[in-house]
T-cell receptor, first 112, second 116 residues
Framework: GQQVMQIPQYQHVQEGEDFTTYCNSSTTLSNIQWYKQRPGGHPVFLIQLVKSGEVKKQKRLTFQFGEAKKNSSLHITATQTTDVGTYFCAGREAGGGNKLTFGTGTQLKVEL | GAVVSQHPSRVICKSGTSVKIECRSLDFQATTMFWYRQFPKQSLMLMATSNEGSKATYEQGVEKDKFLINHASLTLSTLTVTSAHPEDSSFYIC????????????FGNGTRLTVT
């Protein structure tokens, strides 16, 4: 079945440093979504990318969807302590209906 | 405010008992809801798709007779863990599409189930 992997699994950064998580799907995706889950909380939707090569920005966050629609990345510029949490990509397989498969997640810790 | 209400947030039960978890869509009607399970420090695994007025669609490896799903109305889906065992201890989260079934998801706050 479809697998969605993320690297790295964990990342510790100093506040102010940049952070990137990479997402790779075993199959072509119709779209990719990103969610953030704070410790002890539930996932919160951040953004959805649909088009091949699409790039979207939300303040310090930049999201990219690969040309082949099988990979994506999230880059955070100048991390802050409020960025702490686990970031998940989630994708729907092209032609695979409504099932949303979550990536393995990247846990981000930001130290002062 | 929250658009998806999930109850209870925590439950501790004895092995062999059943536990019902409710998921309510507060702001809009949902013909489809999704139930996920998350083990500590792991990803979310889709258990089943709850369909209003029809049977739920279960993912491979999920026992439908153990995890009973009822989507009784356009705003309520329930997950009942029957004859719970310690290995069923997990974080169960429901989610509701923001619009069409293939749109981004609103998640409930989740239910932490501990089976002793």
């Amino acid at each position: 079945g479809q697998q969605v992997m993320q690297i790295p699994q964990y990342q510790h950064v100093q506040e102010g440093e940049d952070f990137t998580t990479y997402c790779n799907s075993s199959t072509t995706l119709s779209n990719i979504q990103w969610y953030k889950q704070r410790p002890g909380g539930h996932p919160v939707f951040l953004i959805q990318l649909v088009k091949s090569g699409e790039v979207k920005k939300q303040k310090r966050l930049t999201f990219q969807f690969g040309e082949a629609k099988k990979n994506s990345s999230l880059h955070i510029t100048a991390t802050q302590t409020t960025d702490v949490g686990t970031y998940f990509c989630a994708g729907r397989e092209a032609g695979g209906g409504n099932k949303l498969t979550f990536g393995t997640g990247t846990q981000l810790k930001v130290e002062l | 405010g929250a658009v998806v209400s999930q109850h209870p947030s925590r439950v501790i039960c004895k092995s062999g008992t059943s536990v019902k978890i409710e998921c309510r869509s507060l702001d809009f009607q949902a013909t489809t809801m999704f139930w996920y399970r998350q083990f500590p420090k792991q990803s979310l695994m889709l258990m089943a798709t709850s369909n209003e007025g029809s049977k739920a669609t279960y993912e491979q490896g999920v026992e439908k007779d153990k995890f009973l799903i009822n989507h009784a109305s356009l705003t309520l889906s329930t997950l009942t863990v029957t004859s719970a065992h310690p290995e069923d201890s997990s974080f169960y989260i429901c989610s509701v599409p923001q619009g069409a079934p293939n749109s981004p998801l609103h998640f409930g706050n989740g239910t932490r189930l501990t089976v002793t």
